[in-house]
């Protein structure tokens, strides 16, 4: 009888320990606007897989013509098909976009430019776990992270202008409390997956804050997001043994449909273009760590961003 009690006991107190983790960390602020977005256009990188073809199905569910741009011909068709019947919306497009080359992002903004007459919401989702070199010769998780979404953007800011009022939002991570910048280093390769990861979503909050400023009296407004910890598959980039400890963790960890809220919310809430510049998560603006405040460093990683690109003299 003892031991029962102490096995009931000591469930309930495990119980209670997931519950406690569940609510304080697992579960999201869900967006619980109704803004239609009928007659507008989302841009959604990555919006195959996780996150980003979670935001797909919602923003499609609102009424806005979905382009979801992925490097995969055949998962990015079969995620297409996913989000229209899901929806129930048939405009949801698929376009091939390989951020780890430069010349692919210029080849889909000069597609995009062509085709699509409108963009009023860019969402720069996609991302890597992974100490990589691409073949422009940077470190894989800043040049599709952080680089090929600055290029994206630049090249489609005109058309954003044109639909004012518009917005952008750069999906970045908690994991920039880690991140370091070093213009010396960071765009070459870095052994670590994780500094690698940790440096360019510490860069996707930077680049949000200059865009800000450099779009003050625009009309565009721009935002970072932490989605929280979620069951994506970016960690099919994570290392073999690793692999048990992701299994368990999936116990603690949102879904995507949870994760996608706050990119949702900084893409359709009304009334937040004041916070322009801002990190959010959980549906609501949060204080980033001291580099991801740091408005002169800010300007240092958008000019050495431009450097790399051949984007000024």
């Given at each position: 009888m003892e031991a029962a009690g102490a096995l009931v006991a000591g469930a309930a107190l495990l119980l209670g320990l997931y519950a406690l983790i569940y609510y304080n960390v697992v579960a999201a602020t869900w967006c619980r606007n109704t803004v239609s977005l009928r007659g507008k256009t989302v841009l959604i990188t990555g919006g195959n897989t996780g996150i980003g073809k979670a935001t797909a199905v919602d923003l499609a569910r609102r009424g806005a013509r979905v382009i979801v741009a992925c490097r995969d011909q055949a998962r990015g068709e079969s995620a297409m098909h996913d989000?229209?019947?899901?929806?129930?919306?048939?405009?949801?497009?698929?376009?091939?976009?390989?951020?780890?080359?430069?010349?692919?992002?210029?080849?889909?903004a000069q597609n995009f430019l062509e085709s699509e007459p409108r963009l009023d919401i860019l969402i720069n989702n996609a991302g890597v776990f992974q100490g990589a070199e691409t073949t422009d010769g940077y470190d894989q998780g800043f040049q599709v992270n952080h680089l090929g979404h600055f290029l994206l953007t630049h090249l489609l800011l005109d058309r954003l202008k044109r639909c004012t009022p518009s917005r952008v939002v750069n999906v970045s991570s908690s994991a920039h409390t880690h991140g370091r910048i070093d213009f010396r280093n960071m765009h070459k390769q870095i052994?670590?997956?994780?500094?690698?990861?940790?440096?360019?979503?510490?860069?996707?909050?930077?680049?949000?804050?200059?865009?800000?400023?450099?779009?003050?009296?625009?009309?565009?407004t721009c935002y970072a997001v932490h989605p929280g910890v979620v069951k994506t598959e970016i960690a099919r980039f994570f290392p073999w043994w690793s692999q048990g400890l992701i299994w368990f963790s999936k116990l603690f960890i949102r879904s995507c449909e949870a994760g996608a809220q706050t990119s949702i919310y900084c893409a359709t809430e009304e009334g937040i273009e004041r916070l322009s510049g801002r990190y959010f998560a959980d549906c609501q603006p949060k204080v980033p760590s001291l580099l991801a405040c740091d408005d002169q460093l800010a300007k240092k990683l958008w000019e050495f961003s431009d450097r790399l690109l051949g984007l000024t003299s």
């Open positions: 989000i229209r019947r899901e929806s129930g919306n048939l405009e949801v497009i698929l376009m091939i976009l390989d951020l780890s080359s430069l010349n692919s992002v210029r080849a889909f052994k670590s997956a994780g500094q690698s990861y940790s440096n360019s979503k510490l860069a996707n909050i930077l680049h949000v804050r200059e865009l800000a400023k450099q779009l003050e009296g625009t009309n565009i």
